[in-house]
Every structure is written in C-alpha cells, then in structure tokens.
C-alpha cells in the first residue's frame, strides 16, 4: 500500500519524512539544509540503521565520534545515545525496528 507521509520539522534547518512504515520496521529521510545543523543528542528503544544519502555529518554513538559521508552505513543499539551534526548540508536515511509510533 503506497502512502504519501508529509514533511515535518525536526529541528533548525533540518527536515523529517517517513518514507515507508508497518508496524516492524520504518523508513525515514532526514535532510539536512545547513551546515552546523544538528541533530540533538538522543536515546530509543529502537535498532536504527542510519545511511547517508548525500552530505557529510559527524555522529557520536554512546562515546565514539566519527564522520560519514555519501555511500557510508551504520547501526546504532537499542539504548544508545546519540545524534549528529552537518558538516555538509545532505541527506540521512534511517530505518527503525520496529517502527517510531512518535514519527507517526
């Protein structure tokens, strides 16, 4: 079933829109319009699964800090704190299990 989710603010300069969703899993694009724009430090239940579509971010998961760019992937546990901040305006693609009721 093909349903269109609009886009919301989630943040200065950045933007959020479910892509795809069911109960065990959602797809989510994160974009980025600002270097410097951030996305603050946070924890959930969820698996998240983060691809960079385009741009380039520095992340910190729990106490590791490192910089993806376009073509990168990575995993952050259940629990795990973490966010991110644009060192080149781009896009994230992040894929939760199961799926974030909040972004709903």
């Known amino acids: 079933m093909l349903k269109t989710f ?3 603010s989630s943040g200065q300069n950045v933007t959020r829109q479910v892509l795809a969703e069911a109960p065990e ?3 989510v694009a994160f974009r980025f319009n600002e270097v410097g724009a ?3 430090r946070h924890s959930h239940p969820h698996v998240q699964s983060t691809y960079c579509k385009s741009g380039r971010f520095r992340f910190t998961v729990a106490d590791e800090t490192f910089e993806i760019a376009a073509g990168d992937s990575f995993i952050i546990p ?3 704190e973490h966010g991110c901040t644009c060192l080149e305006p ?3 693609v992040d ?3 199961p799926r974030r009721e909040d972004f709903l």
């Open 78 to 80: 259940s629990g795990a």
């Open 6 to 8: 609009p886009q919301v």
């Open 95 to 97: 894929t939760f299990t």
């Open 38 to 40: 951030t996305g603050a």
């Open 90 to 92: 781009g896009e994230l």
């Open 25 to 27: 899993l959602m797809v």
